[in-house]
């Protein structure tokens, strides 16, 4: 079954260093997310992308976020100065089409900011 | 703004057992719902998508139904397993903002064997 990939699974950062996550979406999907969840916190939305756009963003989603699909395959999610309240865990999702369709999710890449 | 709420938030039942998972959300106004399974430290499994003019989902040993006018949805597991132990989320899509899902804070269940 087609499934969303993310790199790296786990990665420790210094606070104020910048961060990249990687995430390989569905091949033929054409809808793109971010999310994250804190430790012992709910699941929250951060980002949608289409067409090389960002098409929403939640108010989570400041200035030191930014998503860009750079080739074909690949969806980013970089965060440009880390602070120790975004350790969390980062979700990438994707689906087929927009509003009706599932949205799948990756494993997830768990960020330490120390 | 539309709110999840997910009771319980821990069941612990034995093996064999049929049980109900309930989520509630405020605004009616939804796409559809979507049930996720969540082991730890994992990411999110789709289990079932319900859409807004469905009133059940079945898929194995699951079933979903949506009563969207009173804002609520149960999951229903027959036959319980301990591999059926897992964090159960729910989240809705709202009309108004079709991207983006909204998650209730789940429901841990343990099946105990």
């Known amino acids: 079954e087609p499934e969303v990939t993310q790199t790296p699974s786990h990665q420790v950062t210094q606070m104020g260093q910048e961060v990249i996550l990687r995430c390989v979406p569905i091949?033929?999907?054409?809808?793109f997310y971010w999310y994250r969840q804190i430790l012992g916190q709910k699941v929250e939305f951060l980002v949608s992308f289409y067409n090389n756009e960002i098409s929403e963003k939640s108010e989570i989603f400041d200035d030191q976020f930014s998503v860009e699909r750079p080739d074909g395959s690949n969806f980013t999610l970089k965060i440009r100065s880390t602070k120790l309240e975004d350790s969390a865990m980062y979700f990438c999702?994707?689906?087929?089409?927009?509003?009706?369709?599932?949205?799948?999710f990756g494993e997830g890449s768990w960020l330490t900011v120390v | 703004k539309q709110e999840v709420t997910q009771i319980p938030a821990a069941l612990s039942v034995p093996e064999g057992e049929n049980l109900v998972l309930n989520c509630s959300f405020t605004?009616?106004?939804?796409?559809?719902l979507q049930w996720f399974r969540q082991d730890p430290g994992k990411g999110l499994t789709s289990l079932l998508l319900?859409?807004?003019?469905?009133r059940e989902q079945t898929s194995g040993r699951l079933n979903a139904s949506l009563d969207k006018s009173s804002g609520r949805s149960t999951l229903y597991i027959a036959a319980s397993q301990p591999g059926d132990s897992a964090t159960y989320l729910c989240a809705v899509r709202r009309k108004t903002s079709g991207s983006r899902l909204t998650f209730g804070e789940g429901t841990q269940l343990t099946v105990n064997p």
């Open positions: 999702a994707s689906s087929a089409v927009w509003g009706r369709d599932t949205i799948y």
């Open positions: 605004d009616s106004a939804i796409y559809n």
């Open positions: 319900i859409q807004s003019s469905q």
């Open positions: 091949s033929n999907h054409l809808y």
